[in-house]
């Protein structure tokens, strides 16, 4: 059988693990991430044709280098390159999960999201625009329910059609304040002066350095065009200073939260908590 590399992401209590377990049933193995003392869970579901491998990683709500689960989270995507990362979404909690979701674009993996306890959603009145989320994300949307083990074969449709090319959609980039963005592109184009670095994202490497990220600093400062990327921060924290009285890191941070807001807005109601009798 041919092997598709799946990885689940997803903040804690979004029903990652539930997810996990409804779809590799008991066809799992337990160890640790390289280097770290946290469990590594992998399985497979052979569907379709094929054999989908699929890896648990550590519930976050972000993927910043300041804790051990985001660290491994996010040099797993990095190093791995699992086909396709399922950012499971705890649909009555969707703006906070949203966050976690904005990152995973910014690091252009190959995305699906599993918008998950969507009998929850439903049962709680909650109207989401999944077309319309689609597009503003850029990545399929497939609600389901790990607990009623429901959506579940969309979801393994989705990922073996995203495999195959068959179901293109166009991704979306979070646009940053134009200064940002201006810079973000500079600095990508100052990392791309290095071969050696070719194996990353540039992109997500500059949005990193301007948050102020240590291990992508630390991996970057080795190399000569570190100068001049350091000049080009220097120039992105004043004009951010000047403009918004606000480093880049807060000012990524902010747009970041506009968008999701603004996302809520867009693609989210509350409908009445019972439906009205006619009579
Ligand atoms: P994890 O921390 O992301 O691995 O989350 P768990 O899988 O442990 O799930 C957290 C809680 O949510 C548990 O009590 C699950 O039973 C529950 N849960 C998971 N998926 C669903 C779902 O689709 N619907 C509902 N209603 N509850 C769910
Ligand atoms: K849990």
Not at 64 to 75: F, I
Not at 96 to 105: E, K, P, V
Not at 217 to 238: D, F, G, S, T
């Amino acid at each position: 059988l041919k092997e598709v590399k799946v990885a689940l992401a997803g903040n804690p209590n979004s029903g990652k693990s539930s997810l996990f377990n409804a779809l590799t049933g008991s066809h799992q193995k337990v160890g640790n991430f390289s280097g770290v003392t946290i469990e590594k869970y992998e399985g497979y579901v052979d569907y379709g044709g094929y054999r989908i491998r699929v890896v648990d990683l550590p519930g976050t709500y972000s993927l910043t280098a300041y804790s051990p689960e985001e660290l491994v989270t996010r040099n797993y995507l990095i190093e791995d390159v699992p086909d396709i990362v399922i950012d499971v979404v705890e649909g009555p909690n969707l703006e906070r999960n949203l966050l976690l979701t904005t990152q995973l674009m910014e690091m252009e993996v190959e995305l699906l999201v599993a918008l998950n306890m969507f009998d929850e959603v439903e049962a709680q009145g909650i109207d989401i625009d999944v077309k319309q989320l689609q597009r503003l994300l850029g990545c399929h949307i497939v609600p389901t329910s790990a607990k009623k083990k429901q959506g579940l074969d969309s979801l393994l449709d989705h990922v073996i059609r995203i495999y195959e090319g068959n179901i293109e959609i166009r991704k979306n980039k979070l646009a940053f304040r134009p200064e940002v963005d201006s810079a973000i592109e500079e600095i990508t184009q100052l990392l791309a002066h290095e071969p050696e670095l070719g194996k990353y994202n540039l992109r997500w490497l500059a949005i990193k350095l301007l948050e102020n990220d240590k291990e992508v600093y630390n991996l970057v400062r080795q190399y000569p065009v570190w100068v001049k990327i350091e000049r080009a921060l220097q120039h992105a924290i004043q004009e951010t200073e000047a403009v918004y009285k606000s480093d880049p890191e807060i000012s990524i941070t902010e747009d970041r939260y506009a968008f999701i807001r603004g996302a809520m807005q867009e693609c989210v109601k509350q409908r009445r908590e019972k439906k009205q009798s006619l009579t």
